[in-house]
């Protein structure tokens, strides 16, 4: 940092970024890159004429595509240990979970699919809400400070 610039809020100096926060980036950037290659794989077969209807293989590749942004820019958030980043990598495994519990319900090779995007999701919402993670973000506890210490009785 220059002289004369002042460090943003968003941006802690809780020092070295904790193993459990790289994790959790490194899952939400997984998913990203995921749901860029799904994206990519359906624009690709409706263009080719594997797919029924190309208007839908592009619709889905492009909303697939779009969607990846959430993940990856929490991603980068998170390993720039920015406490926005947090809010969007939650959301997105939330959002990840129904897909898993769908895959799962599937007759096919989807199945270990769901099995791993379900594991993947529980993992980074683990490590999301952890508390090292949340110091290392700047995130404090419900009313923004830490709790007092009761008296000893």
């Known amino acids: 940092m220059s002289s004369g610039q002042t460090p943003t809020p968003d941006v802690t100096e809780a020092g070295p970024r904790p193993g459990r926060l790289t994790a959790a980036a490194v899952l939400a950037a997984l998913e990203g890159v995921a749901l ?38 929490a991603a980068r958030g998170l390993l720039q240990q920015r406490s926005w980043s947090r809010g969007p990598a939650i959301i997105t495994q939330i959002m990840a979970l129904p897909v898993a519990w769908t895959l799962l ?14 594991a993947v999701a529980v993992t980074a919402l683990v490590l999301l809400v ?24």
């Open 36 to 73: 860029v290659f799904a994206g990519a794989y359906l624009l690709v077969r409706g263009f080719a004429g594997g797919a029924d209807s190309v208007d839908q293989a592009a619709t889905g590749g492009v909303t697939l595509i779009v969607l990846a942004l959430l993940p990856l820019l």
């Open 105 to 118: 319900q599937a007759d096919s090779l989807a199945i270990p699919a769901g099995i791993v995007l379900g």
């Open 130 to 153: 952890n508390p090292a993670t949340t110091r290392a973000l700047g995130i404090r506890g419900p009313g923004g400070g830490e709790q007092p210490k009761q008296p000893e009785k």
